[in-house]
């Protein structure tokens, strides 16, 4: 299965190591690519944190990174993405190159936030996230939870 990954889980970004672990199951760095369909991608709540917002058709095709995942490591996204209860996840065409998949597309999982205050679309839309992007808006670490969205 494919995960397309767009926040800090991305290469040199600061959730990184999650997919680098081994104990937390396999995965492999397929390729860049990018979502067929536009979201809005936002940088929000006081720790900083990229969320894609569940609006298709708003926003921008977002960049990001798509690896090959066993169930093990789904399992451990899920719990790093609070899933079900902060995000949901579904497959999403993304735009691949050619070389890749002659198709140039292929589906991969991706974790969205559903619910939200309808103020987060007045944020900023991102096309690509990098924690120290110009933004000035570096990702904060917690344990804190979030699992609601009007923590957002």
């Not at 995960?3 to 889980?9: A, E, H, I, K, N």
């Not at 672990?21 to 991608?41: C, D, I, R, S």
């Not at 798509?66 to 790093?80: A, F, G, H, Q």
């Not at 996230?129 to 110009?134: E, V």
């Amino acid at each position: 299965m494919y995960v397309f990954v767009y926040g800090t889980l991305k290469h040199d970004e600061p959730n990184h190591h999650w997919l680098t672990n081994e104990e937390n199951g396999k995965a492999t760095f397929v390729t860049k690519g990018k979502t067929q369909t536009p979201y809005p991608l936002i940088i929000a709540s006081r720790y900083n944190i990229p969320f894609l917002l569940d609006k298709p058709g708003t926003g921008k095709n977002i960049e990001g990174e798509v690896y090959e995942i066993d169930e093990k490591m789904l399992s451990k996204l899920d719990i790093l993405e609070e899933y079900p209860k902060l995000y949901v996840r579904r497959e999403e065409v993304i735009l691949v190159p050619p070389e890749v998949k002659s198709e140039g597309v292929l589906n991969a999982t991706i974790y969205f936030l559903p619910s939200f205050q309808p103020d987060l679309l007045t944020k900023p839309f991102l096309e690509s996230y990098s924690s120290n992007g110009p933004h000035n808006l570096r990702y904060v670490a917690s344990e804190d939870d979030l699992s609601d969205a009007k923590d957002i």
